[in-house]
């Protein structure tokens, strides 16, 4: 069965910093890997997901992912954190094969500092 | 990318009573819906998958009498909390499965229901 985990229940960071969310993942076969962002009382937004290819990936609001099957994590990064950043945030993962659905890890609460 | 709309954003509702919510898909068709609850502070846990024309599938633990889930439509799944609880308040959240492999999901605005 497939799993996510978020080691961190928080980080914090100062604005301006970079930031880095951690995630790694269990899945058989090859994954697919998610990231989403919560803001309170809303529904969950998509950032950016890996499915084949560039390990490195590209998302919104200058977020982006490495992929790093060795490890099997998906860090969530991004250069120069913002204030607007601060949100909980999702890993999610599920298995490449046939109709699976996503597993979710607990969420990360980020919180940048002025 | 794909629009998911769901409602009501927020419901107060009395004890022993139901309350449905609606989930549509605007601009694409989803032949796949999944229903969410999210506990404060927790994750999200799937309940069902709801497929378009057919019973929904439930995962363990959640009652299905209790949580009625319809997908009548293309657009369109409705959950149904039946003769509601307070232990049944909660966030309830939908997604929309994109792709003949369901590679992406897009998530409406969440429920937030409220017994008393």
């Known amino acids: 069965a497939q799993s996510v985990a978020q080691p961190e229940d928080q980080v914090n960071v100062a604005e301006g910093n970079p930031l880095t969310v951690k995630c790694t993942y269990s899945v058989s076969g090859n994954p697919y890997l998610f990231w989403y962002v919560q803001y309170p009382n809303r529904g969950l937004q998509f950032l950016l997901k890996y499915i084949t290819g560039d390990n490195l990936v590209k998302g919104s609001y200058g977020f982006e992912a490495e992929f790093n099957k060795s490890q099997t994590s998906f860090h969530l990064k991004k250069p120069s954190a913002l204030v607007s950043d601060s949100a909980l945030y999702f890993c999610a993962v599920r298995g490449n094969t046939g109709f699976q659905k996503l597993v979710f890890g607990t969420g990360t609460r980020l919180l940048v500092s002025p | 990318g794909a629009v998911v709309s769901q409602h009501p954003s927020w419901v107060i509702c009395k004890s022993g009573t139901s309350v449905k919510i609606e989930c549509r898909s605007l601009?694409?068709?989803?032949?796949?819906m999944f229903w969410y609850r999210q506990f404060p502070k927790q994750s999200l846990m799937l309940m069902a998958t709801s497929n378009e024309g057919s019973k929904a599938t439930y995962e363990q633990g959640v009652e299905k009498d209790k949580f009625l889930i319809n997908h009548a439509s293309l657009t369109l799944s409705t959950l149904t909390v039946t003769s509601a609880h307070p232990e049944d308040s909660s966030f309830y959240i939908c997604s929309a499965g994109v792709g003949r492999l369901n590679t992406e999901a897009f998530f409406g605005q969440g429920t937030r229901l409220t017994v008393v």
């Open positions: 601009d694409f068709q989803a032949t796949t």
